[in-house]
């Protein structure tokens, strides 16, 4: 594998299960992002790893739970989610999380469907 | 707040030559970078400009006027494959990125 993969590349969820998104990173990056991208609006960054500390989280609902055990993996453990969650997410990564030129690699991203 | 506008979609014709303007207002400034991104398919790199003037990259260009806060992606000698969204981003203060929308470019034949 290269790149940033991601799993599972679809997922329809009910508002009561938990189910839980991956991200590995083959880059030897020490950043990695979550983003939320829904039909016709920004990007919204969800979170940021940087060295595996959390250093950014924008409001995010505590459904959407991050993970990060070690610098290649970042998890989003998902939970009694709403229907307005159905998305595409995006998982990226960067060399680091702190210098100017951050070009981002993006996975192909998880098409979340929430019913 | 932090604001970066671009065209929702664009039309243009294969073999012909398309400008993508972009303009952001953010809380400082440490470079602008656009993405193509394919449908069903991630964001992938295009260019970064954090100085004023035009970059070349092959058919693809990217102009930046950090006084005027805008920026143009221009595509030349357009191809179908063309055919996707291109991103703006800005990296702000924090160098975190603030997304555009995108900008939806549909080539005919």
């Known amino acids: 594998e290269t790149g940033v993969t991601q799993t599972p590349r679809h997922l329809v969820m009910g508002m009561t299960n938990k189910k839980s998104l991956k991200c590995e990173q083959h880059?030897?990056?020490?950043?990695m992002y979550w983003y939320k991208q829904s039909a016709k609006k920004p990007l919204e960054l969800m979170f940021v790893?940087?060295?595996?500390?959390?250093?950014e989280n924008n409001s995010v609902p505590s459904r959407f739970s991050p993970e990060c055990p070690n610098s290649s993996h970042l998890f989003l453990h998902l939970h009694t989610l709403q229907p307005e969650d159905s998305a595409l997410y995006l998982c990226?990564?960067?060399?680091?999380?702190?210098?100017?030129?951050?070009?981002?690699?993006f996975g192909p991203g998880t098409r979340l469907t929430v019913l | 707040g932090q604001n970066i506008d671009q065209p929702t979609e664009m039309t243009a014709t294969e073999g012909a030559i398309v400008q993508i303007n972009c303009t952001y207002q953010?809380?400082?400034?440490?470079?602008l970078f656009w993405y193509q991104q394919h449908a069903g398919e991630a964001p992938t790199f295009l260019s970064y400009?954090?100085l004023d003037g035009l970059e070349e990259k092959g058919r693809f260009s990217s102009f930046l006027s950090r006084s005027k806060g805008y920026s143009y992606l221009l595509l030349k000698e357009l191809q179908m494959k063309d055919s996707a969204s291109y991103l703006c981003?800005?990296?702000?203060?924090?160098?975190?990125?603030?997304w555009g929308a995108g900008t939806k470019l549909i080539i005919k034949p």
């Open positions: 953010t809380s400082g400034f440490n470079g």
């Open positions: 981003a800005v990296s702000d203060s924090n160098y975190q990125l603030i």
């Open positions: 990226a990564s960067s060399q680091d999380g702190e210098r100017t030129y951050n070009e981002q690699f």
């Open positions: 880059l030897g990056h020490n950043a």
């Open positions: 790893y940087n060295f595996k500390e959390q250093t």
């Open positions: 400009n954090v």
